[in-house]
């Protein structure tokens, strides 16, 4: 599986737009682009996912580089609610589902 | 629509204490999955199971075992703990139609100390 490259950590004011990096240098053509994240004590959640263009939801937007060796995930406005661990995976079509987890970044997010 | 289920939430064992994980979903979902997460780290695939029936092994399957008992229970098995599986245990199950999306929706997690 193709490995991602994320920050260790960031931080955000309240209200205000995040852009989390991911870098996917090794990506391949049947690698779809899944964000999850981790509140404190919780299991992980779906965020949003792609392959090759942008795509929004209620939740974020997912920014993806033309040669897709990068994302980002956006965040409009940030609430103390945002604060958790992101986690961006490669997921290759058609292997059974499995998500390899790195480390991700933790976002804090101040009042 | 509960969702995923994981039972218990918190266990204390012993090394060398045997004791099962037991996880549901209400989703109809195909594939069930267990994960470990032990402390700063991301999660890690302990064994998974595409269909009812049929299992198979993740990134660190040695010392557990899981049984597929019908497509809403996965449960996991630790035949003699160690403290090296002291960790919190998540559970996951995703729909596998259409394949293009893939979410996977996570359980609660169980907390697990092994002395």
């Known amino acids: 599986d193709a490995k991602t490259t994320q920050p260790n950590s960031m931080e955000s004011n309240e209200e205000e737009p995040v852009h989390l990096p991911c870098n996917h240098s090794?990506?391949?053509?049947?690698?779809?682009i899944h964000w999850y994240r981790q509140l404190p004590s919780q299991g992980p959640e779906y965020v949003i996912h792609?392959?090759?263009s942008n795509v929004n939801n209620r939740m974020a937007s997912l920014a993806i580089a033309e040669d897709r060796k990068s994302s980002t995930l956006i965040l409009h406005r940030a609430t103390l609610r945002d604060a958790a661990v992101y986690y961006c995976?490669?997921?290759?079509?058609?292997?059974?589902?499995?998500?390899?987890f790195g480390q991700g970044t933790t976002l804090q997010v101040k009042p | 629509n509960a969702g995923v289920t994981q039972t218990p939430k918190f266990q204390v064992l012993k090394t060398g204490q045997s004791m099962t994980l037991q996880c549901a979903q209400d989703?109809?979902?195909?594939?069930m999955y267990w994960y470990r997460q032990d402390p700063g780290m991301g999660l890690r695939l302990i064994y998974y199971?595409?269909?009812?029936?049929?299992?198979d092994k993740g990134e660190v399957p040695n010392g557990y075992n899981v049984s597929r008992l019908n497509k809403r229970e996965f449960s996991l098995r630790l035949e003699s703990a160690a403290p090296s599986q002291t960790s919190v245990y998540f559970c996951?199950?995703?729909?596998?139609?259409?394949?293009?999306?893939?979410?996977?929706?996570f359980g609660p997690g169980t907390r697990l100390t092994v002395l």
């Open positions: 996951a199950s995703r729909h596998d139609y259409p394949l293009k999306h893939n979410e996977q929706f």
């Open positions: 090794t990506i391949s053509g049947t690698d779809y």
């Open positions: 792609g392959l090759t």
């Open positions: 995976i490669l997921r290759r079509i058609g292997n059974t589902g499995k998500l390899i």
């Open positions: 989703m109809n979902h195909n594939s």
């Open positions: 199971s595409a269909s009812e029936g049929t299992t």
